[in-house]
């Protein structure tokens, strides 16, 4: 059993700041917690942030400058910076990770998702 747990979501005024995390536990092998995707409502998922290979960094164009992604692979945790926030960044955040476990080996996961609203 693998549970990836999203916190720090919250409401904050235009301007502000929020820290994400999201930690993943149970039966982890391995784990590869990478991403922060984000849904307003009555669009997409999106993605905001993502490392890709070699550690590198992918940030979407309108976070980019505002919000950073950073992460503690011996605690399995990802964080997710927001600075600078905007009315348009209010989305429920997910959590993505590819995670392995025996017997099922590597799948993706991700988290119930946490709410951020940002007021003007």
């Known amino acids: 059993q693998v549970q990836l747990a999203e916190s720090g979501g919250g409401s904050v005024q235009a301007g502000g700041s929020l820290r994400l995390s999201c930690v993943a536990s149970g039966s982890i092998v391995s784990a590869n917690v990478r991403g922060w995707y984000r849904q307003a409502p009555g669009k997409a998922r999106e993605l905001v942030a993502r490392f890709v290979s070699g550690g590198n960094t992918y940030y979407t164009d309108s976070v980019k400058g505002r919000f950073t992604i950073s992460r503690d692979n011996a605690k399995n945790t990802l964080y997710l910076q927001m600075s600078g926030l905007k009315p348009e960044d209010t989305a429920v955040y997910y959590c993505?990770?590819?995670?392995?476990?025996?017997?099922?080996?590597?799948?993706?996961?991700w988290g119930q998702g946490t709410q951020v609203t940002v007021s003007s």
């Open positions: 993505n990770a590819y995670i392995a476990t025996v017997p099922s080996g590597w799948k993706e996961y």
